[in-house]
């Protein structure tokens, strides 16, 4: 069996203080492909597939969900659990199928791929929520986003993340215009991160962030935090660069760094000549997003807020990386990383079966913080990866989570919400896991313990 990683799972999401809720989370964990499928056409790349194709015939399974539409209000995020590698549900933004890949892929049953999202929306929710149902799809269509080199990986996520952008294009008619008449500048942040085996690929715009929870040494009583990702603010010498090249600017608004909105002057009519007044708004305080189709740069051709996505990998080893920590900047405004990963640490320590999870106890807290400075808590959004030893000893598991062993395939991942308080990690020569289970229908607890064998 080839080295794959156990670890617990939950999430959490909470619309704060805000008008509207604008966080989404997306969970997926699927079968990996026995072969290379054809991921990339050249239309694909150019256009963000938005040609329409008949979608592949294939089957397609959801085991359970825990919350699927995190925008409407507060809760645990969404597990979806996908069987094949097909077209679904994508819109047709995913690449043309080919005739030899039409019907159902070959899949790898003993080998699952984990794809993990934080979409912190602005100006709208619709490209948070088209992110959400597309990034995943057109990622994993990619050339060579199923490779074994990590560079080709990587360029996969980049591609991706562009070709996300670009399909936005053609559903900005249907998005709600501005208060002014002028279209959507609903945008997202995106930190996403893809575990195959013991690696991490993270791709990342905006200012949502991934922190892994380190232990260096066994005798150590706290963690360190390793900052995966770093915001894109329009302040970053790199990013001020990259926008005053592309013709845009930089201006303070209220000590916020932004990232200006040269707009025609909203009394104007017809086309934009040279004679034109043009409005200079500081608009957004991250440098690159998904949307923000405002950037647009007619004469460069570019977005001036950028859609290409940081991306690194990372070898997981669950003797040092103890924690992953998705979250959007309503939590790590009010938490610094290290501060996350401790707390999760000693929640695990101290917290008792059936206590909150980590996720939620993140969440909370920031939220509690928000209140304490007098501050109109942003949306928070949270997902906490719990990485266990294989051959460890037992895992106290909290409410709402769910236990992922990657190498067992997605028939041995519990039900989703299932609720179960101990888990039995397994040991490398077994296949099977064991999972132990509070009898519990429907809020009705019974006493005694189920154990549940796959």
Not at 121 to 130: N, P, V, Y
Not at 189 to 218: F, Q, W
Not at 242 to 256: A, H, Q, Y
Not at 265 to 282: A, E, K, M, W, Y
């Amino acid at each position: 069996m080839e080295e794959s990683i156990i670890f617990r799972m939950s999430a959490f999401s909470e619309q704060g203080g805000r008008k509207y809720m604008e966080d989404v989370v997306e969970i997926r964990i699927e079968y990996e492909p026995t072969a290379s499928p054809v991921e990339d056409y050249p239309k694909s790349q150019r256009h963000g597939g938005q040609e329409k194709t008949e979608s592949e015939a294939s089957r397609q399974t959801e085991n359970g969900q825990h919350e699927r539409d995190v925008a409407a209000g507060s809760g645990p995020a969404s597990a979806m659990w996908v069987e094949s590698l097909s077209n679904e549900d994508s819109g047709g933004y995913g690449a043309p199928a080919s005739a030899d890949a039409a019907g159902e892929r070959v899949v790898n049953t003993r080998k699952s791929v984990a794809f993990f999202a934080v979409f912190d929306g602005h100006g709208g929710r619709e490209a948070a929520h088209f992110a959400q149902e597309h990034l995943w799809d057109l990622l994993k269509r990619q050339r060579g986003f199923w490779s074994k080199d990590h560079g080709e990986v990587c360029a996969a996520l980049r591609k991706g993340f562009i070709a996300c952008h670009h399909a936005m294009w053609k559903e900005l008619p249907e998005w709600p215009k501005t208060i002014t008449g002028l279209p959507s500048t609903s945008g997202t942040t995106a930190s996403v991160i893809v575990i195959r085996g013991v690696h991490m690929y993270v791709a990342h715009v905006g200012d949502s962030a991934v922190v892994v929870g380190v232990k260096e040494n066994d005798s150590d009583i706290t963690l360190q935090a390793l900052e995966v990702t770093q915001d894109h603010k329009p302040e970053l010498p790199k990013e001020k660069e990259r926008i005053e090249r592309l013709g845009g600017s930089v201006m303070k608004k209220s000590g916020v760094n932004r990232v200006v909105w040269k707009r025609p002057r909203l009394t104007h009519n017809g086309p934009v000549r040279r004679s034109t007044v043009i409005d200079q708004i500081p608009f957004l305080a991250v440098a690159r997003s998904l949307g923000d189709l405002w950037s647009y740069d007619f004469y460069s051709g570019e977005f001036v807020v950028s859609p290409e996505p940081d991306t690194t990998v990372m070898t997981l080893d669950p003797k040092r990386h103890r924690y992953i920590i998705l979250g959007s900047d309503g939590l790590w405004n009010m938490m610094p990383p290290k501060n996350a990963v401790n707390m999760c640490y000693t929640h695990d320590k101290m917290v008792g079966p059936k206590g909150m999870s980590c996720a939620r106890r993140l969440g909370c807290t920031a939220l509690l913080v928000w209140k304490e400075r007098m501050l109109r808590a942003d949306n928070t959004t949270v997902i906490v990866l719990a990485l266990q030893e294989r051959g460890g000893p037992p895992i106290p598991m909290h409410r709402d989570e769910i236990v992922v062993d990657m190498a067992t395939g997605i028939d041995h991942v519990p039900y989703p919400g299932t609720p179960y308080n101990t888990c039995e990690v397994p040991k490398a020569e077994h296949e099977d896991g064991m999972f132990y289970e509070e009898d519990e229908i429907y809020g009705e607890e019974h006493e005694g313990w189920t154990c549940l064998e796959w």
